[in-house]
Structures are given as structure tokens and as C-alpha cells.
């Protein structure tokens, strides 16, 4: 995906996995408190991808995620939404860590059936 060091402590960031299809995964990392998330690029409600500049998935104050189409807020940790038309639901999380290099490694599902979202 990317180094960890790119992405700043509060902040975000997107990457684009290769997955050996036409288009890549979207998909972008929080990095708050020391702690990363990452999800996939889509909002819930619209299917839209989520950030309002590039890189800029955060509120102002850096404190949830956010939805550039409706202003909808996501908790950073989980992706839970807290406020706006997909209020209860959440972004799709994918499992992220960081390697003895520093590099983030996604771990996709990777089985027949599994639940990746169109792009």
C-alpha cells in the first residue's frame, strides 16, 4: 500500500491496491492517537468515494471521517456513522497493520464469495 509515515498522526491518507483487476481498490487510512483504520473508499449511503480533497478524509478538527457528497461523520476507529442519511450504518473496514519496515499491509479477503465492493 504505502509507508505508515505518510500518513500524518491525526490525519489521512488514500491508496489505490492492485489487485490484478482493470481498476484498483480505493481504499484510504486513518492515523489518529497512534492508532490506524483503514476502509474502503465508499460511502454507504451514495457509493461515493469519500474525501473532499485528495487525502482529506477527516472533519476539520481532524476528529471523524467524513463524506464530502452529504457531510455524513464516521467514528475513525470503526467507521460507525454517527450523523447524516446513513446514520447506524458503517464504512466497509478492511484489516490494515504495519510491517517491520513500516510499510501498511492490507489483508484482503481473498476467498471465493468474499465481500469486496465494487469501485
Known sequence: MGSLAQVPDPGSRGFDIDTGDERPLRVFVVHKNGAISAFYNRCPHTGAPLEWQPHQFLDIENSFIQCAIHGALFRPEDGYCLRGPCAGQALQQIM???????????????????SVPDQ
Do not use: M, N, S, T
Not at 96 to 114: I, M, N, T
Open 96 to 114: 490494515v497493520r504495519v510491517d517491520d519496515a513500516g510499510q501498511l499491509v492490507a489483508e484482503l479477503p481473498v476467498h471465493p464469495g468474499a
